[in-house]
């Protein structure tokens, strides 16, 4: 069973357009929802992440918007450039500041054209 | 150190064979956690030091994986009689979920991509 589905699989997105890729979660316990972005070769490395008491956070061009109802999050990518070409995974985690293991969504892989 | 190491960065052995995978967390963070990435997939939990406490072995996907960690700073994962489905890449990061930040920001390392022949 996966806790944490994570659409689309692939994106390709024009150079200034918008990027947006989405997860949904099935466990109501998660209190952490992290995204990490992962460039070839390389370790993730988190991006953005959000807490379920605020229903949007916004860090310069990525954006979360967190539904708490419907047990969904986005990362909206605004001004998409080359730079932003790289895996995007989402994560879902519960037990805040203990330190816990994170569910992860298989990824998405974004193209950025030029 | 400035992030979190792992070693070797490519490791290739033969079916049957034992691998120890090495990862090197960033200094002072209590809490450290074995991924592994398959192709076309996430990533997957294995398993989560904290202090001194007993590791949350449940991701673990069978007998012949272990891991431990000494003197809670390095960790070794070890897979006995790899077998071809064990080939993926193994990620480690840490986190200090204990300090004064208490922050549950994951600090990954660049990973081992283990190929099993």
């Known amino acids: 069973q996966q806790q944490v589905k994570q659409s689309p699989q692939s994106l390709i997105v024009q150079k200034g357009g918008i990027s947006i890729i989405n997860c949904a979660y099935e466990?109501?316990?998660?209190?952490?929802f992290p995204w990490y972005q992962q460039f070839p070769g390389k370790g993730p490395a988190l991006l953005i992440a959000?807490?379920?008491?605020?229903s949007e956070k916004k860090e310069g061009r990525f954006t979360i918007s967190f539904n708490k109802s419907a047990k969904q999050f986005s990362l909206h990518i605004m001004d998409s450039q080359p730079g932003d070409s790289a895996t995007y995974f989402c994560?879902?985690?519960?037990?805040f500041g203990a330190g816990t293991a994170l569910i992860f969504g298989k990824g998405t892989t974004l193209s950025v054209s030029s | 150190g400035a992030g979190v190491s792992q070693s070797p960065s490519n490791k290739v052995t033969e079916k049957g064979k034992d691998v120890e995978l090495r990862c090197d967390p960033i200094?002072?963070?209590?809490?450290l956690y074995w991924y592994r990435q398959s192709l076309g997939q996430g990533l997957e939990f294995l398993i989560y030091?904290?202090?001194?406490?007993?590791?949350?072995k449940s991701g673990l996907p069978s007998d012949r994986f272990s891991a431990e960690r000494t003197g809670g700073s390095v960790s070794t994962l070890t897979i006995q009689r790899t077998q071809q489905e064990d080939s993926a890449v193994y990620l480690c990061?840490?986190?200090?979920?204990?300090?004064?930040?208490?922050?549950?920001?994951?600090?990954f390392g660049p990973g081992t991509r283990l190929t099993v022949l």
């Open positions: 990061a840490s986190s200090s979920p204990a300090g004064e930040s208490r922050t549950d920001t994951q600090y």
């Open positions: 466990n109501t316990a998660f209190d952490y």
């Open positions: 959000i807490r379920p008491d605020v």
């Open positions: 994560a879902a985690s519960r037990g």
């Open positions: 200094s002072g963070h209590t809490a």
């Open positions: 030091f904290q202090g001194n406490s007993a590791p949350d």
